[in-house]
């Protein structure tokens, strides 16, 4: 099958990743294609805040860095996922484990590059950096759950087979999460600060993503 990807078969595409018993089973080069040329669009918009002087390149770098953090994620988690599956004795189903969450991650894609004008919409209504902060993460979020949503009409069949998988799925679940949001964070800036000079990643050291976003969602973090 064909791994040529275009705006006109985006809709077949989409059909075939939300439905699992869609007569197009979507090939697991098509869905990494989809992932790639689709989150692009989702950066833009989040690099796109304040666009004045040279913080037109936010959105270059937020565009290149959202498929990097995918892959990164990916790459962090699937090992685990490898040595979980055979410890289970589920290396018969990988590949349809692995179509699975990559079905969820071109949902994940489509849901982002469809969110993407609401944000520049949001953007050009006069949020503040701090609401662009949040309103991005939120529309991540959404995106991510649609995409867990669409991985999980897949994994029913899996389970049906082998109720083994839901260790497999649960696995998947809270590691992809965890390591997202950190991975995430690692490659911040997606939204540039105001009064900062753009650059690809910030200059200081690792810190705690997940208390971070407490301190932005309670106001506390300046």
């Known amino acids: 099958m064909s791994t040529h990807f275009s705006i006109s078969h985006a809709p ?3 059909h075939a990743v939300a439905r699992p018993l869609a007569e197009r089973r979507p090939t697991l080069n098509e869905l990494f294609v989809c992932v790639v040329l689709l989150t692009p669009v989702f950066g833009l918009a989040m690099g796109s805040f304040d666009v004045t002087g040279d913080r037109w390149l936010y959105a270059v770098f937020a565009a290149v860095k959202m498929p990097l953090m995918i892959a ?11 040595a979980l599956c055979s410890v289970l004795g589920l290396r018969d189903d990988l590949r349809e484990c692995l179509r699975a ?5 071109a949902a994940v894609a489509f849901a982002l590059a ?13 949020v503040n950096h701090r609401w662009a902060l949040l309103l991005s993460g939120a529309m991540f979020a959404l995106a991510t759950l649609i995409g867990q ?8 069949q899996l389970v049906r ?20 949001i950190q991975t995430g964070w690692m490659l911040r800036p997606f939204v540039g600060s105001p009064g900062i000079e753009p650059s690809f990643l910030r200059a200081e050291p690792f810190s705690n993503a997940y208390v971070v976003v407490a301190e932005l969602i309670t106001g506390t973090r300046r």
């Open 12 to 14: 077949n595409l989409l």
């Open 72 to 82: 990164v994620t990916w790459a962090v988690c699937l090992p685990g996922f490898f």
């Open 101 to 105: 969450i990559a079905c969820g991650q």
């Open 114 to 126: 469809s969110l993407a004008p609401l944000l520049v919409f949001a953007y050009l209504s006069g």
């Open 149 to 156: 949503l669409v991985m999980w009409r897949r994994w029913r």
């Open 161 to 180: 087979r082998a109720g083994r998988h839901r260790l497999l799925l649960a696995y998947w679940l809270v590691a992809y999460v965890f390591v997202g």
